[in-house]
């Protein structure tokens, strides 16, 4: 290499250094942030008109605001549909179930009892946070519910236990 080849590439090399260390304007959207607590679950018993309502409420959910929650009701398991030919036809349905706000939402199933099972009822309530623009389930939540039913004269719940669903379960 000649003198003038050598001070020729001296005097690039400050150019390319500036050209790899200039900023550039290209931003990365980062993914929204999801997250969705553990439901509480209670059931009045005060209140005739409401006999069975099984109320589950999240507070704490982080989500953008177009993102959607909806509960469905399922088995034990909390995989497969409730069957309510394994509790003589006790029906176990979605009654309501609403966002309050930005970040908390209220999931109500009713289980009627006019069907006059007496025993244990068992089933799940399936709480999903969707992304709004694919419906894909970003997080969900999922409590398992037992009632005991006991006929003497007059309708008693006799029992409510709830149970957090510890496991990985079938995205539908």
Do not use: H
Not at 127 to 137: P, R
């Amino acid at each position: 290499m000649n003198f003038l080849t050598a001070a020729l590439l001296l005097a690039t090399i400050p150019s390319v250094i500036a050209q790899a260390s200039a900023p550039t304007n290209t931003w990365t959207r980062l993914p929204p942030s999801y997250f969705l607590p553990s439901p509480n679950c209670t059931i009045d018993v005060t209140d005739g008109t409401s006999f069975g309502d099984v109320t589950c409420t999240i507070n704490g959910i982080i989500s953008p605001e177009d993102a959607i929650v909806s509960m469905a009701i399922k088995a034990y398991g909390c995989v497969s549909d409730y069957d309510s030919t394994l509790f003589d036809d006790t029906a176990v349905t979605a009654k309501t179930s609403q966002a309050i706000g930005l970040n908390t939402f209220e999931a109500v199933a009713n289980v009627d009892p006019s069907s006059g099972y007496e025993g244990e009822v068992a089933f799940c309530v399936r709480i999903d946070l969707k992304d709004a623009t694919s419906s894909e389930t970003m997080m969900y939540r999922s409590e398992k519910i037992k009632l005991t039913f006991r006929y003497d004269g007059y309708f008693e719940v006799k029992g409510f236990q709830t149970t957090e669903f510890d496991g990985i379960g079938q995205l539908q």
